[in-house]
């Protein structure tokens, strides 16, 4: 494909998750909740954790905001729930990387799946906090998550 059947696709793939955004609402079982805004866009998302031992067993969220920030955090639950945290944190490593380099690294389909639609926002630096909300929202509430569960064990 060229670079402009590319753009295309990947706009697609945002705008499908935007309008039918996987795994959406918060859910009762959770065992952390956070809440993270991007003052710049106006983006907000709530979103719950639910650990079972090392398996990210669910992800549940609410988010407000332009489309980027509500596709990319549908592409993220799709992405993480189910996974080992190990697993979900590569994800959010590679996915991180990404949008950090500018549009210069190529994007590994193999881990990212419909994340690497989100290389084209790479390269508008206002935009990649919008497609970083929702990881950062999910790395936090995990990161707390496990916190707890060293804090119940000792
Ligand atoms: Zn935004």
Redesign the pocket.
């Known amino acids: 494909m060229n670079a402009a059947n590319v753009d295309a696709l990947y706009q697609e793939i945002i705008l499908d998750h935007y309008k039918n955004p996987q795994g959406e609402g918060l859910r009762d079982d959770f065992d952390t909740e956070v809440h993270h805004v ?1 003052p710049t ?1 106006g ?1 907000e998302i709530t979103l719950r954790v639910d650990l079972d031992g090392d398996i990210v067993k669910d992800v549940s969220y609410a988010a407000e ?2 489309s ?2 509500q596709a990319s955090a549908s592409v993220m639950y799709e992405l993480v729930h189910g996974k080992t945290v190990a697993q979900a944190f590569a994800i959010l490593d590679e996915f991180h990387a990404m949008m950090q380099s500018k549009g210069q690294i190529e994007p590994n389909e193999d881990v990212l799946e419909d994340a690497i639609a989100f290389a084209g926002v790479a390269k508008f630096p206002a ?1 990649v906090k ?1 497609a970083l909300l929702g990881w950062m929202a999910w790395k936090d509430a995990t990161s707390a998550a496990l916190s707890l569960k060293e804090q119940e064990q000792s």
């Open positions: 991007n866009c983006d905001g332009c980027i920030s935009r919008c």
